[in-house]
């Protein structure tokens, strides 16, 4: 059982990574993302913060985190897409895992430089039907459907969300450092050597 936070900007391929993992480990994905996605569905003013490129209040997203946790079974391993985002996010999971009887083993930075960033979301489109994010293809690779813009991927909400990443999530790498269990990857190189780099890093 392995429990990995992975931390990168916008656009690094934190979920391209995680789902080569998926062939060598046996755990769920908590995303951020996708839990801000599902909440927005159901509330406005999250909505709105979301297409500003904006981030959801702590105690709504550690509880939701909290739940999911809760109903993971203690066998699988659980991998964080994109949380904890602030120092303070990262505390707290800590406190949850260890209620819930489990520890973290690795945080693994993507790092990438602001101007890859903004160049690779203005390519991104998301999969209409099942929601995988991709590049430059006419269909998803995954299961064959249409492509979509999301509507965070515009240059001024990238930018802002590159800015939020910097001040807020950039600390949680000296944090995991502190802790030896950071793992940093260069996100400049082909996703084939990305996944290399990660594998090696963890032993697989």
């Not at 789902?19 to 951020?32: G, Q, R």
């Amino acid at each position: 059982m392995k429990n990995i936070v992975f931390l990168g900007p916008p656009g690094s391929g934190k979920g391209t990574q995680i789902n080569e993992l998926e062939k060598y480990l046996d755990f769920t994905v908590i995303s951020s993302g996708d839990m801000v996605r599902e909440l927005a569905e159901k509330n406005q003013q999250i909505k709105q913060l979301l297409e500003k490129g904006e981030l959801v209040s702590d105690n709504v997203l550690l509880s939701e985190v909290d739940r999911q946790i809760g109903i993971i079974d203690k066998s699988r391993g659980i991998f964080f897409d994109g949380f904890p985002r602030t120092l303070n996010q990262a505390k707290k999971m800590d406190e949850i895992l260890i209620n819930h009887e489990r520890v973290l083993d690795a945080a693994i930075y993507i790092y990438l430089e602001e101007e890859e960033v903004v160049k690779r979301l203005a390519r991104r489109r998301v999969c209409r039907k099942c929601g995988r994010p991709f590049f430059d293809s006419p269909r998803c690779p995954s299961c064959g459907g249409q492509p979509v813009i999301r509507k965070d991927d515009n240059e001024a909400t990238i930018i802002n969300r590159m800015q939020v990443f910097l001040e807020q999530t950039l600390p949680l790498v000296d944090y995991y450092e502190t802790r030896n269990i950071l793992l940093q990857i260069n996100g400049n190189q082909s996703i084939k050597n990305v996944g290399r780099d990660i594998k090696k890093g963890l032993g697989l």
